[in-house]
């Protein structure tokens, strides 16, 4: 690889899932040091570690439930002091998605997924600016939103607000943010391929792959290099920003 964050000390959130341990692994490749957050279960972003490691790289695996406050500062307290009193990058992945009518959706509910997408996102990065703020050179912190935060799926509709939220955020944050050189932004995928998606949702990925120029699911990959981007010295000069990675979809005509 071309080691474009060579140096760096990065955090990616639900590193246990296929996005995350795209993004971990591609971070680790481009030369960082990676701490890798899961919440519950730790052995996928172990494997993931055991292969950083094994490849001569550093990587760590740290758990913690991001809908605390006080747990996500220690996370971001953590892997700073791991990284040797540094953090240059945080990739805010974690999320959920569960699917549920707006009709009968409790306020319950709505509140779980907006927590859990949201509000960990803005803890997150709030406890990673305290660090950055006081280091030379800053850092980077990149959400991951969806493309659903502009185009609305049925039974989605708090997955979606909170994605379009995170949106905002990202750019609130990168006005604030910025004076301590931070720089805030994010990633918007499109339909990402997991293990069995074909099988689960046929329709919707013939539909996907027939609507999307390119031709096909995304890969975690896809969205990992642009965080890499993003994080590396290449965009020093974007903030605020939300990339679209979704293979073109967004382009195609509705009527």
Same mark, same amino acid.
């Given at each position: 690889m071309s080691g474009l964050l060579d140096g760096q000390v990065a955090l990616v959130t639900g590193a246990g899932g296929g996005i995350g341990r795209g993004i971990a692994t591609r971070f680790a490749?481009? %030369?960082?040091? *990676?701490?890798?957050h899961c919440?519950?279960?730790?052995?996928a972003a172990a494997e993931v570690a055991d292969?950083?490691?094994?490849? $001569? %790289?550093? &990587?760590?695996?740290?758990?913690?439930d991001l809908t605390d406050e006080d747990a996500c500062r220690r996370l971001l307290d953590k892997a700073a002091e791991w990284g040797g009193g540094r953090l240059t990058a945080l990739v805010n992945n974690a999320g959920v998605q569960p699917l549920r009518e707006l009709p009968g959706?409790?306020?319950?509910?709505?509140? &779980? *997924?907006?927590d859990a997408n949201l509000t960990t996102v803005f803890?997150?990065?709030?406890?990673?600016?305290?660090?950055?703020?006081?280091? &030379? %050179?800053? $850092?980077? *912190?990149?959400?991951?939103?969806?493309?659903?935060a502009t185009h609305p799926a049925p039974r989605h509709a708090h997955y979606s607000a909170a994605k379009a939220a995170v949106r905002m955020h990202a750019r609130s944050a990168a006005l604030e943010y910025g004076p301590l050189g931070i720089r805030v932004n994010t990633v918007s995928p499109g339909l990402i391929h997991r293990e069995g998606l074909e099988e689960s949702w046929p329709e919707g990925v013939r539909r996907w792959t027939q609507a999307a120029p390119i031709g096909r699911l995304g890969r975690p990959e896809d969205v990992a290099d642009a965080c890499v981007f993003l994080a590396s010295h290449l965009a020093s000069w974007i903030t605020?920003?939300?990339?679209?990675?979704? $293979? $073109?979809?967004? &382009?195609?005509p509705t009527w």
């Open positions: 490749e481009e %030369g960082a040091a *990676v701490v890798l919440r519950t279960v730790p052995g292969r950083v490691r094994e490849s $001569g %790289g550093r &990587a760590l695996v740290l758990r913690a959706m409790s306020a319950a509910e709505w509140r &779980a *997924v907006v803890a997150c990065t709030q406890a990673a600016a305290e660090i950055m703020g006081n280091q &030379a %050179g800053g $850092g980077s *912190v990149t959400h991951i939103a969806s493309i659903e605020g920003h939300d990339l679209v990675v979704d $293979g $073109g979809v967004s &382009a195609r």
